[in-house]
């Protein structure tokens, strides 16, 4: 059975650091690009980073650049978002997602096929 698990949201201060975890099963990661989207409260989702099947190529929206980083584990089957710097406007529910395009990176929801429940990050003193 196809599952993507998001784990590793929480409550943090301005500053700190969380690492996010997708654990995917009932499919080869390796075959698969990786996204990382987040919606906060009243807001549409949105993509915050990729990478690619190969981890040649990542991207990441403007907001988070310099702050987060992905990576993949194709032989645990699990991707990461590791943010650094959190700040309160990072206050979302953070999602993964997998698509069949191996070789680009993508940003846009619609590219993906396959997605997680989220996990929940809250960003306040």
């Known amino acids: 059975q196809l599952q993507l698990v998001e784990s590793g949201g929480g409550l943090v201060q301005p500053g700190g650091s969380l690492r996010l975890s997708c654990e995917v099963s009932?499919?080869?990661?390796?075959?698969?690009?990786i996204g990382w989207f987040r919606q906060a409260p009243g807001k549409q989702r949105e993509g915050v980073s990729c990478?690619?099947?190969?981890?040649?190529?990542?991207n990441y929206a403007d907001p988070v650049k310099g702050r987060f980083t992905i990576s993949r584990d194709n032989a645990r089957n699990t991707a990461y978002l590791q943010m650094d710097s959190l700040k309160p406007e990072d206050t979302a529910v953070y999602y993964c997602?997998?698509?069949?395009?191996?070789?680009?990176?993508?940003?846009?929801?619609?590219?993906?096929?396959?997605w997680g429940q989220g996990t929940r990050v809250t960003v306040s003193s």
């Open positions: 997602a997998v698509t069949t395009v191996q070789d680009m990176c993508l940003m846009g929801t619609l590219e993906y096929d396959f």
């Open positions: 009932g499919l080869i990661l390796d075959d698969y690009g």
């Open positions: 990478i690619n099947r190969s981890g040649g190529s990542t």
